[in-house]
T-cell receptor
Framework: EDKVVQSPLSLVVHEGDTVTLNCSYE??????LLWYKQEKKAPTFLFML????IEKKSGRLSSILDKKELFSILNITATQTGDSAVYLC?????????????FGKGTKLSVIP | DGGITQSPKYLFRKEGQNVTLSCEQN?????MYWYRQDPGQGLRLIYY???????QKGDIAEGYSVSREKKESFPLTVTSAQKNPTAFYLC????????????FGSGTQLSVL
């Protein structure tokens, strides 16, 4: 059973739209949730969230974590074609010895002019 | 600039052949990881290494082998025992094993002839 579930799996929007990507998780001993953007090959880091209710923001992107309801959202406002990418969510949780990290399947965002 | 270099970008494997994917980092990171990415799937952990001369199996280690003779290098060998090797392979690193923020290379696309 998947521990990290992202929705939707794909999304097509027009430039200027606002989008919300979802990531829900089900793990014990949660440590953090991370968002990555994968445009072509190498995923690049966007945010790491550890505390509930505190929004992280970077330009048009923002993310928030709800530890009670076990989910996070990634918002992108005024989308541009350069936002087209696969957005990956990963959750870390304490495991035997160190920690475990599990990725969701990603949301493929396509922004059309 | 510091980063992770993976080579080659594209690799073709003949049946029964072992192939080795290279991963080099100059970030002075202690921990290194290999992930496999299939279309529509999340990243799955193959092997990871916390320090030189030490490595552990991830979730899908069968048919793969690794070595960590130098801090900077973590090559992955896809052996003939891996019956479905076609995938995109990503190498990553973290500063230490307890750090959650992964830095990724640009990946190697492996295909079977």
């Amino acid at each position: 059973e998947d521990k990290v579930v992202q929705s939707p799996l794909s999304l097509v929007v027009h430039e200027g739209d606002t989008v919300t990507l979802n990531c829900s998780y089900e793990v014990t001993n949660f440590r953090s949730l991370l968002w990555y953007k994968q445009e072509k090959k190498a995923p690049t880091f966007l945010f790491m969230l550890t505390s509930s209710g505190i929004e992280k923001k970077s330009g048009r992107l923002s993310s928030i974590l709800d530890k009670k309801e076990l989910f996070s959202i990634l918002n992108i406002t005024a989308t541009q074609t350069g936002d087209s990418a696969v957005y990956l969510c990963a959750v870390t949780y304490s495991g035997a010895g160190s920690y475990q990290l599990t990725f969701g399947k990603g949301t493929k965002l396509s922004v059309i002019p | 600039d510091g980063g992770i270099t993976q080579s080659p970008k594209y690799l073709f494997r003949k049946e029964g052949q072992n192939v080795t994917l290279s991963c080099e980092q100059n970030l002075n990171h202690d921990a290194m990881y290999w992930y496999r990415q299939d279309p529509g799937q999340g990243l799955r952990l193959i092997y990871y290494s916390q320090i030189v001369n030490d490595f552990q199996k991830g979730d899908i280690a069968e048919g793969y082998s690794v070595s960590r003779e130098k801090k900077e290098s973590f090559p992955l060998t896809v052996t003939s025992a891996q019956k479905n090797p076609t995938a995109f392979y990503l190498c990553a690193s973290t500063k230490g094993i307890k750090d959650e923020k992964l830095f990724f290379g640009s990946g190697t696309q492996l295909s079977v002839l």
